[in-house]
């Protein structure tokens, strides 16, 4: 367990955490989200013991960071932003290096062996870290933070420059880990932290925004369900069918796909789920629908709200029209990079899809 109390980091004159407080849970997948600048590196070196509070506390299953370093890092695996490898060891030569580092007990070969497997590097095992692929080396990194057997992983970014398969391989990899430990996982891409975490901390120019399960922060703004149907059918006549579908509170069909081909925005009341019905009602018809999907809030629309301060019940902040900006372009182009990895199949992390097909060279 993890508890932050009342943390506060001041650089000079710059406040880059303020008055934070949260707690990690054991066995919890911790989503530490929030846009660039946002404080997170600066959260998870502390936590870590990397740098010190200007005020606060930190304790990691009850021993105080700052009292008890030694016996509170050695709960502890952190990979940080940049990840602390020596390019011209082997793998082997680095891992061998990082347990005695630890002054790990492990019985060692096996201890080294079983770590590789898990993050599935044994296949580059001595080659040097400099030759290995952006992906690889991640996985490294992700290997020192294991050598001991922390029960706490703290992982700052860790998908950050890697391709979409390769983040959907660290992805698998960090649920895995997440069965047998505690995991804080911080990144400014909201679908990563969706698809991997049970419970998320938005954190905004220092300050914390947001702390709820994934499942409620969702919730939370997703009442007004809407759904789009594209269907070819008779306009006037499939907007009256669609009407009197129970649930159904707004139909517009403006726009025209192609000649006769409408999608339909239907608007319904909460827990309606109307797709069976209107799927057999135009099928009695024999109209053809081309496509259906609901159009659910996601934490994009979410953490825009947050961090723009709508009138969402999370604790919301307004902030000014200048960071507004700058929240809409970093999101955006957040958004269109995850885009690409959410399209892809995403495992619960028990079967295999890794596959090695990039050879783990540059
Ligand atoms: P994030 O990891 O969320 O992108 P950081 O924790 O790295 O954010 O940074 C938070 C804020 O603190 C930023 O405004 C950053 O410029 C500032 N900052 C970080 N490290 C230092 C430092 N060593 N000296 C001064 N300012 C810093
Ligand atoms: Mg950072």
Wanted: net charge negative; hydrophobic share 35%.
């Amino acid at each position: 367990m993890i508890e932050v109390k009342n943390l506060t980091k001041q650089y000079g004159a710059k406040k880059a955490v303020d008055n934070i407080s949260f707690t990690v849970n054991d066995g919890e997948i911790l989503g530490f989200l929030g846009p660039n600048g946002a404080g997170k590196s600066t959260t998870m070196n502390i936590l870590t013991g990397y740098i010190s509070s200007t005020d606060g506390e930190v304790l990691i299953n009850g021993i105080d960071i700052l009292d008890n370093p030694t016996a509170a890092k050695k709960e502890i695996g952190y990979l940080p932003e940049i990840p602390p490898l020596y390019p011209d060891m082997s793998v082997k030569e680095y891992l061998n290096f990082v347990y005695d580092l630890k002054k790990c007990r492990i019985p060692r070969e096996a201890h080294i062996d079983d770590v590789c497997k898990l993050v599935k590097i044994t296949d580059v095992y001595n080659r040097l870290i400099k030759h290995l692929s952006k992906g690889y080396r991640q996985r490294v990194g992700m290997a020192q933070a294991l050598i001991g057997n922390p029960k706490i992983l703290i992982l700052d970014e860790p998908t950050v420059g890697l391709d979409p398969k390769q983040i959907l391989d660290i992805r698998n990899l960090i649920k895995r880990l997440g069965k047998k430990h505690t995991v804080i996982l911080s990144s400014h891409i909201l679908s990563e932290i969706q698809a991997v975490c049970d419970r998320i901390v938005i954190i905004n120019k220092g300050e914390i925004v947001a702390d709820d399960t994934t499942e409620n922060l969702t919730k939370a703004v997703s009442d007004d369900l809407r759904y789009t149907a594209r269907i070819d059918g008779p306009r006037e006549e499939v907007i009256k069918l669609i009407k009197g579908i129970r649930g159904v509170e707004d139909v517009t069909a403006e726009m025209e796909r192609e000649p006769g081909i409408y999608d339909y925005e239907i608007e319904v009341a909460e827990n309606s789920d109307i797709r069976r019905d209107l799927f057999k009602r135009l099928a009695e018809r024999n109209w053809y629908m081309l496509g259906l999907r609901s159009n659910e809030m996601t934490l994009e629309d979410i953490f825009l709200k947050i961090t723009m301060g709508s009138d969402v019940k999370v604790g919301a902040k307004p902030v000014d029209e200048k960071t507004q900006r700058e929240l809409m372009e970093q999101v955006s182009g957040a958004v269109m990079a995850a885009d690409a990895v959410s399209r892809m199949k995403i495992s619960d992390g028990s079967e295999e899809t890794e596959s090695e097909s990039d050879g783990g060279e540059e």
